[in-house]
């Protein structure tokens, strides 16, 4: 990040923490729209030449402060571009060791592009003999005309606090805002003892969840059929296995049997 907060002539080049505070706000600051509007003015030399989505894309890593300049001893320039997650470093031979450029070596990858403009926007590419002028200049709209000083951003609570807890597979959250940090650690005083209490109440249920195993239904209790006059169970109620049997007739005679689990029968009879 040797050039990332550098300025080179007319065009200042924000560092990534200038642009991220400009974001947070909402309001550009004078010098991240003159990088910008140069970073435009020099991605447009391109567009002859480049695929159109690539130089888009180009174009966001140059203007958001992505591409990292670091000059050699012989005034040569090394070059590393962050894209999401991943920083690539570009070869010495002008090469891109990322998948699309190695897909598609014949076309310059974003990255490439991003230098290239970075470069260009700063005046630093090879054969630009002089400063180039102001991209402001050519514009309708130049830096000059800019306000000197800033809509002030009003922020109503500008201190927070957040507490996290995970129970089980649940996360619990809550966040507090202040006008200041004093009245937020109030606040998290006041709640804390409350937050502390329904935590450990949800805790104990999980625990109590894992120890006690879910109840088992239980199966009906049987009960036999009325017993005839004479004392007796009826003839078609098994007491061995406390079911009721099916009667079946043949040309023997008429008997009630049951089938049993292992497949054979049973009439009712006790061993």
Known sequence: MARNSSSNGNVVVPSAQAQNIDALYGVPSPELTAWHRACALAADGFSATAEAGRLAKGLALAQGGHVHLDPDADGDWGATVQSGKLTYTLEPDGTCPCPDYVKHPAQDCKHLLAVAIHLKAEGLLPGQTS????????????????PTSLPQVSIDNPAGANFKARIGNCELWFTWHGASDQEVLGRMQATLPVLQELVEACEQQQRERQVSPPPVPTAPELIPPPRPGNGQVAVDWCPTHQVVMSQHQNERGTWYSHRLAGGGWCRGKEA
């Open 131 to 146: 400063q180039p002028p102001s991209p402001i200049s050519d514009l309708p709209s130049p830096i000059s005309d800019l």
